[in-house]
């Protein structure tokens, strides 16, 4: 029996060896273009210089609040063509492993507003004085378990939300706190403050308007949350009549912002394919109100541009989102989730350009994983030119009609926020938990 077996098995065996292999005709391409959702052309198209509309420089004299809201936006700050340091001055603690600075600085009546990654908020002169500080940390908490959230700056008062559940108003001249409410989750995203109202998105999930005056609700909307989020969440973006929440769940919200009747609602849906990072749906190119336009992206690979009146979806990029857009005339410029800097046609957002950022960290050993990215931050328009603050330790600007890179600046540590422009000064925040001026 023993020997029947075995030469049953020795006959399949060179059965097998005689059977050969059989080549399939035509071209090999890569698994992840073929997974590209029909945005592998768009992608591979050359870029193309097209003269860019640019808005005039202005001086503007504050940097109040995060740019998603017309009102307080300045399309391109006034900036020399040539940065160069004026000063640099500690704000309290740097990155750690297991708390980090989210905060982007605000600029308003002389001062500078910040906050470190132990959640100590603070107010620095122009000349780079250390004013006040105050500690958003409750009494019985420690730093480390709730990252900071986000400030916002109006008619004299510093409004500043917490991973602690609280939005805190403070008196932007001493920082003697005013009121605080308590928003019963999670408040990591910058608030924004328009006409009396204070809005903020709370756990990714609650959208909340409140009394500027004495933090008293005005009203709440829910929203639907989602467990796949980065930190920091988006902040409102309000016009006259409108304002524009985002959730973790992917989904963006138009209401009415003095009653908070909800007019409609829109999911920004759609990944790359064959990438991790498409896991991760949040909101990370907050909704930016622009004329009649919403701008938004998500972390996934796709940018949107809706109505702001019905929520009506005008054109959608194959393009992810890792910050807020940034519109200009006849474009919209974005850092994409593939760490590149694009320019899309804001008529129907057709990609322009686009050119590469720092990507991975170099690692010391070839054959040892890439895990860790290097982080950009912006673009923000200044000085007629688009600047983006990357971690890998420079400031770089880049011409809006090409792409091309202009200039870069050096800063110690890499940058750990989006930079700002006031008074002809960009200011941003290094790693280390250090501010930086620049002229």
């Given at each position: 029996?023993?020997?029947?077996?075995?030469?049953?098995?020795?006959?399949?065996?060179?059965?097998?060896?005689?059977?050969?292999?059989?080549?399939?005709?035509?071209?090999?391409?890569?698994?992840?273009?073929?997974?590209?959702?029909?945005?592998?052309?768009?992608?591979?198209?050359p870029n193309t210089t097209v003269a860019a509309t640019v808005p005039a420089a202005v001086n503007n004299?504050?940097?109040?609040?995060?740019?998603?809201?017309?009102?307080?936006?300045?399309?391109?700050?006034?900036?020399?063509?040539?940065?160069?340091?004026?000063?640099?001055?500690?704000?309290?603690?740097?990155?750690?492993?297991?708390?980090?600075?989210?905060?982007?600085?605000?600029?308003?009546?002389?001062?500078?507003?910040?906050?470190?990654?132990?959640?100590?908020?603070?107010?620095?002169?122009?000349?780079?004085?250390?004013?006040?500080?105050?500690?958003?940390?409750?009494?019985?908490?420690?730093?480390?378990?709730?990252?900071?959230?986000?400030?916002?700056?109006?008619?004299?008062?510093?409004?500043?939300?917490?991973?602690?559940?609280?939005?805190?108003?403070?008196?932007?001249?001493?920082?003697?706190?005013?009121?605080?409410?308590?928003?019963?989750?999670?408040?990591?995203?910058?608030?924004?403050?328009?006409?009396?109202?204070?809005?903020?998105?709370?756990?990714?999930?609650?959208?909340?308007?409140?009394?500027?005056?004495?933090?008293?609700?005005?009203?709440?909307?829910?929203?639907?949350?989602?467990?796949?989020?980065?930190?920091?969440?988006?902040?409102?973006?309000?016009?006259?009549?409108?304002?524009?929440?985002?959730?973790?769940?992917?989904?963006?919200?138009?209401?009415?912002?003095?009653?908070?009747?909800?007019?409609?609602?829109?999911?920004?849906?759609?990944?790359?394919?064959?990438?991790?990072?498409?896991?991760?749906?949040?909101?990370?190119?907050?909704?930016?109100?622009?004329?009649?336009?919403?701008?938004?992206?998500?972390?996934?690979?796709?940018?949107?541009?809706?109505?702001?009146?019905?929520?009506?979806r005008l054109w959608t990029a194959q393009h992810g989102a890792l910050d807020p857009v940034w519109p200009?005339?006849?474009?919209?410029?974005?850092?994409?989730?593939?760490?590149?800097?694009?320019?899309?046609?804001?008529?129907?957002?057709?990609?322009?350009?686009?050119?590469?950022?720092?990507?991975?960290?170099?690692?010391?050993?070839?054959?040892?994983?890439?895990?860790?990215?290097?982080?950009?931050?912006?673009?923000?328009?200044?000085?007629?030119?688009?600047?983006?603050?990357?971690?890998?330790?420079?400031?770089?600007?880049?011409?809006?009609?090409?792409?091309?890179?202009?200039?870069?600046?050096?800063?110690?540590?890499?940058?750990?926020?989006?930079?700002?422009?006031?008074?002809?000064?960009?200011?941003?925040?290094?790693?280390?938990?250090?501010?930086?001026?620049?002229?």
């Amino acid at each position: 029996m023993k020997l029947i077996l075995a030469s049953v098995i020795a006959t399949g065996v060179l059965a097998g060896c005689a059977d050969r292999e059989i080549i399939l005709p035509g071209d090999r391409l890569g698994v992840r273009e073929i997974l590209q959702d029909g945005s592998g052309a768009d992608a591979a198209s050359p870029n193309t210089t097209v003269a860019a509309t640019v808005p005039a420089a202005v001086n503007n004299a504050a940097w109040p609040q995060s740019h998603v809201s017309p009102s307080v936006r300045t399309t391109n700050a006034a900036l020399s063509g040539n940065l160069t340091p004026v000063w640099a001055t500690s704000i309290g603690e740097g990155d750690k492993r297991r708390a980090r600075i989210i905060t982007d600085p605000v600029v308003a009546d002389g001062r500078i507003f910040t906050i470190d990654s132990a959640g100590r908020v603070s107010a620095t002169s122009t000349s780079g004085s250390a004013l006040w500080s105050y500690s958003i940390v409750p009494v019985r908490d420690d730093a480390s378990q709730a990252l900071a959230g986000g400030l916002a700056v109006d008619n004299g008062r510093l409004y500043v939300t917490s991973g602690f559940g609280t939005l805190t108003a403070l008196d932007a001249a001493t920082g003697r706190e005013i009121w605080t409410q308590r928003l019963e989750a999670t408040a990591t995203g910058a608030p924004t403050v328009f006409g009396g109202l204070v809005y903020v998105v709370a756990g990714d999930s609650t959208a909340w308007a409140i009394e500027a005056e004495d933090g008293r609700v005005r009203w709440q909307s829910d929203g639907l949350g989602d467990i796949g989020n980065v930190a920091g969440a988006a902040p409102p973006a309000v016009n006259d009549s409108h304002v524009v929440f985002s959730f973790g769940s992917g989904a963006v919200q138009g209401a009415f912002r003095q009653g908070g009747l909800r007019l409609w609602s829109a999911d920004i849906v759609g990944a790359r394919r064959g990438f991790a990072i498409a896991l991760v749906d949040d909101i990370t190119g907050y909704p930016v109100i622009d004329g009649s336009t919403v701008y938004a992206g998500n972390h996934s690979g796709r940018v949107v541009a809706l109505n702001v009146n019905s929520g009506e979806r005008l054109w959608t990029a194959q393009h992810g989102a890792l910050d807020p857009v940034w519109p200009a005339g006849n474009s919209v410029y974005v850092v994409s989730d593939l760490n590149e800097l694009v320019r899309l046609d804001a008529t129907d957002g057709s990609r322009i350009w686009a050119v590469d950022l720092p990507g991975y960290e170099p690692v010391r050993r070839p054959q040892r994983r890439r895990d860790s990215a290097f982080v950009n931050h912006g673009p923000i328009m200044a000085g007629g030119r688009l600047i983006v603050a990357s971690s890998d330790g420079f400031i770089r600007a880049f011409d809006p009609a090409s792409g091309d890179l202009v200039s870069q600046t050096e800063i110690r540590g890499g940058a750990t926020t989006r930079p700002v422009v006031a008074n002809g000064t960009l200011y941003v925040v290094s790693t280390a938990g250090v501010l930086h001026a620049f002229r």
